[in-house]
């Protein structure tokens, strides 16, 4: 996947490119297919993680409903910017804001979540739900960003949602490693180790979309007082 330098960032939403096009009915239905199936999955997952005492399960599961959320508001914007909101483009770098900060947060909820692991890991970890959970996981990921990948060089808000599909998908591949390590082995201190990969995957997706976000928000702020 081609990634713009923040600095490039800026110059497509300040000088009308890529980052302030307005969303396109494509876009929103991309949107919204990518809603219902995380919205969905996300609440299967967490009856799962908490039958199976996985924590790697429960930090995938924390992701895909702050997916939700992000994804609800990048909804919202993108309807906006659709019907010709002056404050399209304001509200898209916003939205796109509000997702990196999210992500950063959830980041740190599961850093200390896995010092809680490390210092008392748990006693059984069924490994077979987890494994099929984070497979219908990586699929449903997989699917999701496959239908926002055609716009995620075109708006920053849609970018945002797709590198949380990433994200996603990155974990339950990690969460699925877990799973087989620890049928395998024995060794449950895989879950925890894959929980603070998936923190540390999050917040490197995070810090990038902040900082493009916040610049993008400034320059439109900027254009709007000329």
């Given at each position: 996947m081609h990634v713009h330098s923040s600095d490039q960032a800026c110059d497509h939403y300040g000088h009308g490119g890529?980052?302030?096009?307005?969303?396109?009915?494509?876009?929103?239905?991309?949107l919204k297919i990518a809603l219902v199936l995380v919205s969905c999955f996300s609440v299967a997952e967490i009856?799962?993680?908490?039958?199976?005492?996985?924590?790697?399960?429960?930090?995938?599961?924390?992701?895909?409903?702050?997916?939700?959320?992000?994804?609800?508001?990048?909804?919202?914007?993108?309807?906006?910017?659709?019907?010709?909101?002056?404050?399209?483009?304001r509200l898209n770098a916003l939205a796109a804001l509000v997702n990196g900060a999210l992500l950063l947060a959830i980041s740190f909820w599961l850093s200390w979540e896995c010092w809680g692991v490390w210092r008392s890991p748990p006693i059984e970890i069924l490994s077979g739900p987890v494994a099929i959970t984070a497979?219908?996981?990586?699929?449903?990921?997989?699917l999701n960003a496959y239908f926002l990948h055609r716009h995620a060089e075109d708006n920053l808000n849609l970018r945002g949602a797709f590198l949380h599909m990433l994200a996603d998908a990155g974990s339950c591949a990690g969460?699925?490693?877990?799973?087989?390590?620890?049928?395998?082995?024995?060794w449950y201190w895989a879950d925890g180790v894959v929980s603070g990969a998936i923190a540390l995957l999050i917040a490197l997706n995070a810090v990038p979309l902040i900082r493009q976000s916040w610049s993008a928000l400034n320059s439109v702020t900027a254009a709007s007082e000329l």
């Open positions: 890529h980052g302030a096009l307005p969303s396109t009915p494509n876009q929103v239905r991309s009856w799962v993680s908490a039958h199976s005492n996985s924590l790697s399960l429960l930090a995938d599961a924390g992701h895909m409903v702050s997916d939700v959320f992000a994804m609800a508001l990048a909804l919202w914007t993108a309807q906006r910017a659709q019907r010709g909101d002056r404050d399209g483009d497979a219908v996981g990586l699929g449903i990921n997989g969460v699925l490693v877990s799973a087989g390590l620890i049928a395998k082995f024995g």
